[in-house]
């Protein structure tokens, strides 16, 4: 039975990330956890439990973690934020700006439930906004991953990257989180990968919204509409070559998000493709709105981030 945790299964990219975090402090002993009040949530506790020495709680003051993973970075260390995302980045966004930023400090943030995936917690937690803030800032790179594999990869390299990194991170209980990426996938920073050849659209999605334009690329195929599609996870920097390859290839691109398309994934697109290859575009994701307390699919329907949407999206341009 999986392990349940405020009334969610604690599998998929939660329990990778715990999994994850173990065996990097197994390997190197200067990696440090900074915690905020967040750890059982984020499912981080067991490092507390394995490396007590490690492992620092502040209270509820995301400002002073982000300051003191500045000071560690500094001495050092290579200290791992993982925080709720919508505090890591609004509330402590002058840190990062300026600490982790300006000084380019080797910290690793891990901003966990991003976009809708903390369903009833509403506008305060679901955190739509963070890709394009981080995203403005210099010397900070941008990750999102499609699948726990994936993810534990990213962490890897995160960790063994020097500088900043903000990780974008979803609850373990989210539908069609199932293996995306084939055996043998090997995650690479600044790279993102084409999981599927085409030749009429291109549909770049990132995380959750993988595997939803995989399904939607399924269905085109079944009207004889061959679609690519790219795992964007390398949302800073933008992996041009491949996203400018395809644009040329295909003529039409879709973006699908998990996150506000005002300066979000879709808009690092179009800032690439306008300048290099400028093609009919859509951006799907969350319309400039504020979240909602509700059941995740219903959220995910609510808001149009579905399979149907990205289908809609497509066909406006073919």
């Known amino acids: 039975m999986s392990?349940?945790?405020y009334g969610a299964a604690v599998q998929g990219f939660r329990a990778t990330l715990c999994d994850?975090?173990?065996?990097?402090?197994?390997?190197?002993?200067?990696?440090?956890?900074?915690?905020?009040?967040?750890?059982?949530?984020?499912?981080?506790?067991?490092?507390?439990?394995?490396?007590?020495?490690?492992?620092?709680?502040?209270?509820?003051?995301?400002?002073?973690?982000?300051?003191?993973?500045?000071s560690l970075s500094r001495s050092g260390k290579i200290p791992v934020v993982p925080l709720f995302s919508c505090f890591l980045v609004?509330?402590?966004?002058?840190?990062?700006?300026?600490?982790?930023?300006?000084s380019n400090a080797n910290v690793k943030m891990i901003g966990c439930y991003t976009g809708l995936t903390t369903p009833n917690t509403g506008a305060t937690h679901q955190s739509i906004n963070d890709v394009a803030i981080i995203r403005s800032m210099p010397?900070?790179?941008?990750?999102?991953?499609?699948?726990?594999?994936?993810?534990?990869?990213a962490i890897r390299a995160a960790v063994e990257h020097k500088?900043?990194?903000?990780?974008?991170?979803?609850?373990?209980?989210i539908p069609?989180?199932?293996?995306?990426?084939?055996?043998?996938?090997?995650?690479?920073?600044?790279?993102?990968?084409?999981?599927?050849?085409?030749?009429?659209?291109?549909?770049?999605?990132s995380g959750i919204m993988v595997p939803r334009a995989l399904e939607a690329a399924e269905r085109l195929a079944a009207g004889g509409v061959s679609?690519?599609?790219?795992?964007?996870?390398?949302?800073?920097?933008?992996?041009?070559?491949?996203?400018?390859?395809?644009?040329?290839?295909?003529?039409?691109?879709?973006?699908?998000?998990?996150?506000?398309?005002?300066?979000?994934?879709?808009?690092?697109?179009?800032?690439?493709l306008v300048q290099r290859c400028p093609v009919p575009m859509r951006l799907m994701g969350i319309e400039d709105e504020y979240g909602w307390s509700a059941p995740l699919e219903d959220l995910f329907e609510m808001y149009g981030l579905t399979t149907e949407k990205i289908l809609e999206?497509?066909?406006e341009i073919l």
């Open 90 to 102: 609004r509330r402590a966004c002058d840190q990062i700006f300026i600490q982790i930023g300006y």
């Open 163 to 173: 500088g900043p990194v903000y990780l974008r991170m979803v609850r373990g209980d």
């Open 20 to 70: 994850t975090l173990l065996t990097l402090g197994d390997e190197n002993k200067d990696l440090i956890v900074l915690d905020a009040e967040t750890g059982t949530a984020t499912n981080v506790i067991d490092f507390r439990n394995k490396f007590p020495e490690r492992y620092i709680t502040v209270g509820v003051a995301e400002q002073t973690a982000l300051s003191f993973a500045f």
């Open 227 to 272: 679609a690519e599609v790219i795992n964007c996870s390398a949302i800073k920097p933008l992996d041009e070559e491949t996203i400018v390859s395809s644009a040329q290839k295909t003529g039409r691109v879709v973006t699908c998000e998990n996150s506000n398309i005002y300066g979000g994934m879709g808009s690092a697109v179009a800032e690439c």
């Open 313 to 315: 999206k497509a066909n």
């Open 176 to 205: 069609k989180h199932d293996i995306i990426c084939t055996e043998g996938h090997k995650f690479q920073l600044g790279k993102s990968t084409v999981l599927r050849e085409g030749k009429d659209i291109s549909l770049v999605a």
């Open 139 to 153: 010397n900070i790179m941008v990750i999102e991953t499609a699948d726990p594999g994936e993810l534990s990869q």
């Open 3 to 5: 392990k349940m945790m």
